[in-house]
């Protein structure tokens, strides 16, 4: 009888107080790989969800908790006294620069995607005050431009729309 009692109590407790499996993530693994063809691919796994992902014209594709190298930069870097005015803010295509002072020496511009691939590099002659940058198609989305002149660096984000 006392079997039976015991029995009984222990599947009547089982049923009204029941354990659930909870999983955990303690930690993440990827990889990175350059393909012969040059695309850079990053993947992360063992994280509970994915951030999302972008791709369009110059493809990114953005999985898990990959962090972008974006956060490495400061939004504006002025290592000298001349301002420099980027307009229009967002963008399409075309980019203005408006220096305060001439540049006389021939200036690289470099634009990086939000995971810090170069996606544009050009050289330009002395763009003296104004200097029109196409970037063509890009995605929509955050850029790092960096301007470098003899005696002038720059950097600032831009956001294509």
Known sequence: MKLILLILFISITQTAFPQSVQRSVLSSQGTSITLPSGLFISQSIGQQGITGGLG?????????????????????????QMTTDVFPKPFKNLVNFKFSEAIISEIM?????????????????????????????????????????????????????
């Open 56 to 80: 369009a014209g110059v493809y990114t594709i953005q999985q898990g908790y990959q962090q972008n190298l974006q956060s490495l930069y400061s939004p504006i870097v002025v290592l000298n």
């Open 109 to 161: 511009v470099i634009l990086l995607n939000p995971v810090g691939n170069v996606v544009y590099q050009k050289k330009f002659p002395a763009p003296n005050f104004l200097l029109t940058v196409d970037f063509g198609e890009l995605i929509p989305q955050n850029y790092i431009v960096k301007l470098s002149a003899k005696d002038y660096q720059y950097s600032s984000s831009l956001l294509r729309i």
